[in-house]
């Protein structure tokens, strides 16, 4: 009897382990079919021994790490300077590729050109698996490729303005955002060795000596609200959200993007911190190595210390159906987009001084009855070279900002101008030096536009803010879509009598200077 029923509990106990291994399996599938994107790939950095060539020991640690783990990556992501270069820099390469090649195939790394490798050339013919001048001029230190969901951007951080500081410079940055803008992944992730946003050792000596050329770089990753942008040349771990906080020379920037530097596979450790802003992790002296999983609209990040110990996890998400993101940028002399910007130009029109210029005059006259009761006009005009804006974003809103000096009870009207003048020519009879209006003052509708694009009232001194309204948008596009169609703006009524004085382009205090702000997507 017992050997029964031992005998029927063990048929029990195998069809209870079969239903239960059908039904572990069935929820396994069903889980995976859930994600219709799903994969992983590891980042690391600075592999460079501390005087020649590569830390072999430590990279072969974390290598080892990394093969032992369950789930393996797609490939490595490496954020620069993989030996410590020279004249003997080809051979070191050679070397590293041959380490890394005993762990994974070698097409499955994708490195950034680190300083410490220091030619574009000998790195570009040592990593004959990268791809090959997508950015003309640039071999294979400027690259993408695409994986599953995601678009993986390469940058090279390497080369210098003529004051010798790292930049990504303007071929790089049109280049990036044609590639962004053509996307249509959920996930961008951008890497490049010389952080944007130091915090140790290479604080101010990094890509933040010229930061007006940095903002723009992040202004790019902020409009399309990259995933993550990942760097090394520190010798360390550090985790730093860059928000609206590092607003800068004209950028604003509306996401929260972490740069995550990733500097710990070889390279002498440093725990140096000479600017902690919205720094949330870090500098952590420690050899690691980070674990990348996506899983449709988030991606997951872990670090790892050699012993495979937890240091860092987070998450971001982004959604596969993003809404265009908005981009606001400031026009005025002097200072935005940058303090080299001088394309505002302005004057006024003067009917009692009809062929006088006043395109050197600190403050703009705004008039219907100047001099008093014989009912001849002064107009402003001004205009703003908005060229650094894109050709294909569209303008959703713009304003103007004007330091009225003396104030006016009578309301004065914004419209386009149409035809061209220059600020050292232009006069009430002359839009240039021995062309006129077609009626002097720009009065008629060959100079000027009909419909009133603002409305300035301004009965108080000070600063003065006005919005322009749908027609004005439309204007401010057209200057957008076509640079040689931008022939300002004029402001005037003929019927007033209370003028009003705002200061032009030519104030001693930049701030004070008008200033034109476009909202854009």
Do not use: C
Not at 130 to 137: A, C, D, I, R, Y
Not at 267 to 290: C, F, K, W
Not at 420 to 439: F, I, K, L, P, R
Not at 482 to 511: K, P, Q, R, W
């Amino acid at each position: 009897m017992s050997f029964v029923f031992n005998k029927k509990n063990l048929i029990i106990l195998l069809a209870t382990i079969f239903i239960l291994s059908l039904f572990i399996s069935w929820k396994s599938i069903n889980e995976t079919d859930a994600a219709t994107t799903s994969f992983r790939f590891v980042v690391m950095g600075d592999s460079r021994g501390s005087s020649d060539g590569i830390n072999e020991t430590t990279l072969r640690s974390l290598l080892t790490e990394v093969e032992s783990l369950p789930i393996q990556p797609e490939f490595i992501f490496f954020t620069g300077d993989q030996v410590m270069g020279g004249s003997d820099v080809a051979q070191e390469l050679s070397d590293w590729n041959d380490l890394v090649d005993d762990y994974f195939p070698l097409n499955k790394i994708y490195p950034a050109l680190g300083n410490h490798e220091d030619d574009e050339t000998i790195f570009s013919n040592s990593l004959t698996h990268l791809p090959t001048n997508q950015l003309e001029g640039y071999q294979r230190t400027s690259y993408y490729f695409d994986y599953g969901n995601a678009r993986f951007i390469t940058l090279n951080s390497n080369r210098k303005d003529q004051n010798g500081n790292y930049i990504i410079d303007s071929v790089q940055r049109t280049w990036l955002e044609s590639i962004l803008e053509k996307s249509g992944k959920t996930h961008h992730f951008v890497q490049f060795h010389v952080p944007a946003y130091p915090i140790g050792a290479h604080y101010g000596k990094s890509l933040d000596a010229n930061r007006e050329q940095r903002d723009a770089l992040w202004d790019i990753f902020d409009e399309y609200n990259v995933s993550a942008v990942m760097t090394g040349h520190e010798h360390n771990y550090n985790r730093r959200e860059i928000d609206s906080s590092f607003n800068a020379t004209g950028y604003r920037f509306e996401n929260s993007i972490y740069q995550v530097t990733i500097g710990g596979a070889g390279a002498p450790l440093s725990t140096t911190n000479r600017d902690s802003q919205n720094v949330e992790i870090g500098p952590i002296a420690s050899y690691h190595y980070m674990v990348v999983d996506v899983v449709d609209e988030i991606a997951k990040f872990n670090l790892y210390d050699m012993n495979s110990n937890l240091i860092d996890s987070f998450e971001v998400k982004r959604s596969s159906t993003q809404s265009p993101t908005t981009t606001t940028i400031d026009f005025q002399n002097g200072l935005y987009p940058t303090s080299a910007y001088e394309g505002t130009s302005d004057s006024y029109l003067s009917e009692n001084d009809s062929i006088v210029y006043f395109g050197s005059e600190a403050t703009l006259l705004i008039d219907g009855d100047d001099p008093s009761r014989t009912g001849k006009n002064k107009y402003a005009i001004l205009k703003w070279d908005v060229s650094d804006i894109p050709e294909n974003k569209s303008a959703i809103s713009a304003n103007i900002t004007l330091d009225v000096t003396d104030a006016s009870s009578s309301s004065y009207e914004i419209y386009a101008l149409k035809r061209d003048w220059s600020e050292a020519e232009v006069s009430w009879e002359e839009n240039t030096n021995g062309s006129n209006w077609e009626q002097f003052g720009a009065d008629s509708l060959s100079d000027r536009g009909s419909s009133v694009l603002g409305v300035i009232t301004a009965n108080t001194t000070g600063t003065y803010t006005v919005e322009l309204n749908g027609d004005g948008i439309s204007v401010v596009q057209s200057w957008i879509d076509d640079s040689s169609l931008n022939y300002g703006l004029i402001i005037a009524n003929s019927s007033n009598t209370n003028g009003l004085d705002i200061s032009s382009s030519e104030a001693v205090n930049s701030t004070l200077r008008p200033k034109l702000t476009i909202n854009y997507e």
